[in-house]
């Protein structure tokens, strides 16, 4: 497979089959159950008004993206401030539609507090699959937290 589905194939981590096989372990789908509170899927600090989640895992699948914009709102509402999330993929290599989706949920549910959501420190292949997916244009992708914390906030006062 070759040209923009290759290239999404490659990045969502397609190719390679083990990764998508289901073993007798895993649940059957669309019954992973709700999502909950993991707070070993990412650490958080506040900087200027915007938590910033640092996500622990290296491949973001389905339930755990679920688990982790549960724990990113739970957060918030512990913290009882900040409206923005820049999430730091730092430590990402692979995420699947779902993920992206869930950035989204994220995204569209701070709106309702005028808050925004921004991505850092994607790698090459992730930068490449939000530009494929025009999600560049709803999450700002950046390459450092300041300039992330600067843009939501301006997004804010705008």
Known sequence: MSGFFGRLSKVFGGDD???TRRTD?????GT????RVRPELASFDLVDAALIATVAC?????ADAADLVETILDELEQRGEGVHVIVDLQNVELMDSSSLGMLVFLNNRLGLIGGRVAVVNASCGLEEMFRLTQLDRMLPVCRDVMKAVAIVNRRTAA
């Open 32 to 35: 992973a159950g709700p999502a």
């Open 25 to 29: 372990a895993d649940p059957p789908p």
């Open 58 to 62: 290296n491949r973001l699948y389905g």
């Open 17 to 19: 089959a083990a990764s």
